[in-house]
């Protein structure tokens, strides 16, 4: 049975950072692409950023490109999301997912498995 679980949201301030992960389990973790969403109440589910499978592409909302980083760690079954300059826009529950082989998608539809989801709200 696939498991996402995410950890490491909270409160910040404007222009500080925050560390997500997502710890996989019941998978071949290292062959899927793996993304972050975020969503806010009343609105749909939002792509932040993609990896692949070995970390060498990454993809990234234009909003958040310059300020986030996702990166993965196979060996540890571990997906992350650096957050740097943290805006009040960007306050959300952010969720990972886990994609498909071969290709990258920013379309929700794409992704089988998701997290629970971590709150993070910027203060202004």
């Known amino acids: 049975q696939v498991q996402l679980v995410e950890s490491g949201g909270g409160l910040v301030q404007a222009g500080g950072s925050l560390r997500l992960s997502c710890a996989a389990s019941g998978q071949t973790f290292s062959v899927y692409f793996m993304a972050w969403f975020r969503q806010v109440p009343g609105k749909d589910r939002e792509f932040v950023a993609a990896?692949?499978?070995?970390?060498?592409?990454?993809y990234y909302l234009d909003s958040v490109k310059g300020r986030f980083i996702i990166s993965r760690d196979n060996a540890k079954n571990r997906l992350y999301l650096q957050m740097n300059s943290l805006k009040p826009e960007d306050t959300a529950v952010y969720y990972c997912?886990?994609?498909?082989?071969?290709?990258?998608?920013?379309?929700?539809?794409?992704?089988?498995?998701w997290g629970q989801g971590t709150q993070v709200t910027v203060s202004s």
């Open positions: 990896i692949n499978w070995k970390g060498s592409s990454t």
């Open positions: 997912a886990r994609g498909g082989v071969s290709s990258y998608s920013s379309s929700q539809d794409d992704y089988e498995y």
